[in-house]
């Protein structure tokens, strides 16, 4: 057997329960183990095609209404940053890109789930949401990772659990296919990596369905703490996957 089946299925089968969970997340959880032992390529394709796949998933399963004046700007935002992303991607320093991204999340996931009455941030509109769209869709062309600024930001205008979930579920679902859509034109996905696809989906459809049946029980005020617990640990994995490089740079 390939040695990498198991750490690809404990990888998917990990990051689908979260997404499940949370409505987003794969890629931050799949990472902290694929970065370690997957070839980057690899590791960014099957993140993007794995949340790509929970998405769908949970669109079919964990419906809580859609409304495009909430998600419009979040969408328009994350299409118009996806081509930066992509531009950018064959450039990319990965290690620097994974250090400041979990130092962002330690910083400030803690500070939001401690800080109990911080002021919900109520300016900036729709240009505001547009942005951290924006933000979203060029992290999603480096690997996957549409979410996390996105969620912070709905986070931060306090919006309710459902709200939330229905926001990020799906701007994530437009992003991802985007993302993965021209993956496959650049050659990013090769056939070589057809087999491990097939690997990858049925863990994340089950444990995206465990994840999705413990959503349903959750309040508005647990959902929000696990969401910033959830990306406080990610970027822990983020930094512990990035210091080894990065020390040796030194």
Known sequence: MDPLIPIVIAGAAMAGFVQGLSGFGFSLTAMSLWAWLLE????????????????VFSALTVRRGFSLAQVGPFLAGGLAGLPLGLLLLPRLDIPAFKGLLGLLLVVVCPLMYFSARLPRVTRGGRVADGLAGAVGGFMGALGGFSGVVPT???SLRGMARDSQRSVIQTF????????????????IVTPAMLPLF?????????ASLLGARAYAGISDTAFRKLILLLLTASGIALLVAALPELGRRL
């Not at 980057?40 to 998405?55: D, E, I, M």
């Not at 994530?172 to 050659?187: E, H, I, K």
């Open 172 to 187: 994530n679902l437009a992003v991802l296919t985007a993302t993965f859509g021209s993956y496959l034109l650049t050659g």
């Open 198 to 206: 097939a690997i990858v989906a049925p863990a994340v459809v089950l």
């Open 152 to 154: 912070l930001w709905c």
């Open 40 to 55: 980057p390529r690899l590791a960014v394709a099957l993140a993007v095609f794995g949340g790509l796949t929970g998405q």
